[in-house]
């Protein structure tokens, strides 16, 4: 990094690095209940038409999560135990994720559950990466063979959730962090509260949310996926919810009742919900980093596989990770990171990491198996 690159990165971001190459890194390893949606979560198999175990692992697959929820895959299958997984042209978010490299992680996470789950129930599932860019539509070739059951808690995919508000303003423990930090191979970047690089995390993120959210076309993305009333949720069973965004009480009653999606255009709800922001960054045990060693669509869905495996874990230690993403979409963010780290160390999740009790259950909607099922 040249003088004038950091100086350059240092006025973007306050002064330092998400995972800087100059500056010293601390790698972690070493150093409303979703049952009171209407229509529920529940297990919808055997689905129609297809063997019920394979049901079933779908069915896991699609716990996982997803920028704004928009659940960006879809299953073709070529026959019970061969499918094709892709990216559903009609999700993608072109304003805030023009080259389609969260829906990768996304479907990494989706590939990271449907693996557990077919171990879990007896088979391997075997990955191949077809896509060659992560603008093709057709991404993964998934084979399932009998196998050995690999015992897995499926209840960890059922009760995982991003819970983003209560989080405790403590250190994570050591042990806590190796332990999360295990699945990512070092590739975990752990930055405690009151750190310098937690701060510049901190404003970092709140910068490139304000200026997000000052961009009319994002925002305008982000109506697209609101899911305000119990009427747009169970027809959608996608999207950001009253209830997912955690607006609860008299206030969730009010949104879900008498705001529009198209309300959150106006500059109040603009200013309220940067202001949202920023209290919420400002609380927590620290900030969570993963990297990635290259942008190849391999890389992005290890990466999403790396980061639900960590997140399946997360609950049981009490531990709540909240993806704030921002830094990573927004052009003040993105050119300071370019600028300022080296090759073999491309920022993927920017995560606020938080102790969290009492831990609420999951209440993101999902769509049934057989509506993003291509046969
Ligand atoms: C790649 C990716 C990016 C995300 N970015 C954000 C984000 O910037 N802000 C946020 O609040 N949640 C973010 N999330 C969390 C999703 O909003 C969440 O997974 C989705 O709404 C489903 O909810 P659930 O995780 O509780 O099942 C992200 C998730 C993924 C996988």
Redesign the pocket.
């Known amino acids: 990094m040249t003088t004038t690159d950091r100086r350059g990165f240092m006025k973007m971001l306050g002064g330092c690095a998400l995972v800087a190459g100059a500056i010293p890194l601390i790698p972690a390893s070493v150093g409303a209940a979703r049952s009171d949606f209407r229509s529920g979560l529940r297990i919808e198999s055997p689905v129609a038409g297809i063997d019920p175990a394979l049901g079933h692992i779908l069915h896991y697959a699609s716990?996982?999560?997803?920028?704004?929820?928009s659940q960006p895959w879809y299953v073709r299958l070529i026959d019970d135990r061969k499918m094709i997984i892709g990216a559903d042209p009609d999700r993608r978010l072109p304003a805030v994720?023009p080259d389609n490299?969260?829906?990768m992680?996304?479907l990494g996470?989706f590939v990271e559950n449907l693996s557990l789950a077919a171990g879990d129930m007896g088979y391997e599932a075997q990955i191949e990466v077809k896509a060659r860019s992560p603008r093709e539509q057709e991404i993964l070739e998934v084979t399932l063979r009998k196998a050995n059951p690999a015992p897995y808690p499926l209840k960890r995919m059922t009760l995982?959730?991003?819970?983003?508000h209560g989080y405790r303003s403590v250190e994570l423990e050591k042990y806590d962090v190796d332990a999360l930090a295990e699945p990512l191979g070092g590739r975990l970047f752990y930055f405690p509260p009151g750190s310098e690089h937690a701060r510049c995390i901190e404003e970092g993120t709140v910068e490139a949310f304000r200026g997000q959210t000052d961009r009319d076309e994002a925002q305008q993305e982000l109506v697209k996926w609101l899911r305000l009333s119990h009427e747009a949720e169970e027809e959608h069973r996608d999207?950001?919810t009253t209830a997912?965004?955690e607006i609860r009480g008299l206030k969730g009653w009010y949104v879900r009742n008498l705001t529009r999606p198209k309300d959150f255009m106006k500059k109040s709800m603009r200013k309220m919900s940067v202001e949202q922001t920023a209290k919420l960054a400002g609380q927590g045990g620290g900030w969570f980093v993963i990297t990635s060693p290259g942008e190849s669509v391999a890389d992005l869905i290890d990466a999403?596989r790396g980061?639900?495996r960590m997140?399946l874990m997360a609950r049981e230690r009490g531990i709540a990770l909240?993806?704030?993403?921002?830094i990573l979409?927004e052009e003040i963010g993105r050119a300071g990171i370019a600028s300022s780290h080296d090759a073999g160390m491309i920022p993927?999740?920017v995560l606020r990491v938080g102790y969290l009790d009492p831990y609420p259950d999951?209440?993101?909607p999902?769509r049934p198996v057989n509506w993003f099922l291509r046969t």
């Open positions: 716990l996982a999560p997803s920028g704004h929820n994720d490299r969260e829906a992680l996304s996470a995982r959730m991003t819970a983003k999207g950001l997912g965004m999403g980061f639900e997140a909240h993806p704030m993403t921002q979409e993927q999740f999951p209440v993101s999902r």
